[in-house]
T-cell receptor, first 117, second 118 residues
Framework: DTAVSQTPKYLVTQMGNDKSIKCEQN?????MYWYKQDSKKFLKIMFSYNNKELIINETVPNRFSPKSPDKAHLNLHINSLELGDSAVYFCASSQDRGLAGETGELFFGEGSRLTVL | AQKITQTQPGMFVQEKEAVTLDCTYD???????LFWYKQPSSGEMIFLIYQGSYDEQNATEGRYSLNFQKARKSANLVISASQLGDSAMYFCAMRGEFKRGGADGLTFGKGTHLIIQP
């Protein structure tokens, strides 16, 4: 059973199109994230949700809109795609209540490689 | 805010040698956690090892150990007896203090590309 699954794994699309990436986790975690990994492999947080509530919204164009229908799902919709949006987008989840034994480790999905032509 | 610095963009190491990947961090939090992840060419992010700021012993997981020097704010990863399959990108990351309702995630360094040569 995949702990964090995201679809699709690959997306190739034209500039100006709209696309979505879906993410689901079956770990019972309270928190989910979207990270972007650019061509230089740098990983940067975009958004985080805790129990469906938006917590972190980094400086990301408002063409990117996350949506969390429940705490096991976090989707990312991107409008009017641009060349610079080409990257690998990782969904992740963690348990961040600070209880004994919790480390805050991120559990990652396999990534979704977006190529904008 | 947390900051992670990895100063080795790339490393070449002979198979079976030990490898040390450098990581320094900066934070004003008293409680924090340090992580290492491996990303092979297939792209997935694999958790390797964790060290809590209050842990007195250095963390170990099989061939991986974390050389934690709190005063120097360093958290180097040591891989003993390297294997060809260790070739990958390695990321050092940290979290700050847990906050109520918080979801700050991890801050990552820029990574080190490790290549193991036969």
């Amino acid at each position: 059973d995949t702990a964090v699954s995201q679809t699709p794994k690959y997306l190739v699309t034209q500039m100006g199109n709209d696309k979505s990436i879906k993410c689901e986790q079956n770990l019972g975690h309270d928190t989910m994230y979207w990270y972007k990994q650019d061509s230089k492999k740098f990983l940067k947080i975009m958004f985080s949700y805790n129990n469906k509530e938006l917590i972190i919204n980094e400086t990301v164009p408002n063409r990117f809109s996350p949506k969390s229908p429940d705490k096991a799902h976090l989707n990312l919709h991107i409008n009017s795609l641009e060349l610079g949006d080409s990257a690998v987008y990782f969904c992740a989840s963690s348990q961040d209540r600070g209880l004994a034994g919790e480390t805050g480790e991120l559990f990652f999905g396999e990534g979704s490689r977006l190529t904008v032509l | 805010a947390q900051k992670i610095t990895q100063t080795q963009p790339g490393m070449f190491v002979q198979e079976k040698e030990a490898v040390t990947l450098d990581c320094t961090y900066d934070t004003s939090d008293q409680s924090y956690g340090l992580f290492w992840y491996k990303q092979p060419s297939s792209g997935e992010m694999i958790f390797l090892i964790y060290q809590g700021s209050y842990d007195e012993q250095n963390a170990t997981e099989g061939r991986y150990s974390l050389n934690f020097q709190k005063a120097r704010k360093s958290a180097n990863l040591v891989i003993s007896a390297s294997q060809l399959g260790d070739s990958a990108m390695y990321f050092c990351a940290m979290r700050g203090e847990f906050k109520r309702g918080g979801a700050d995630g991890l801050t990552f360094g820029k990574g080190t590309h490790l290549i193991i040569q036969p």
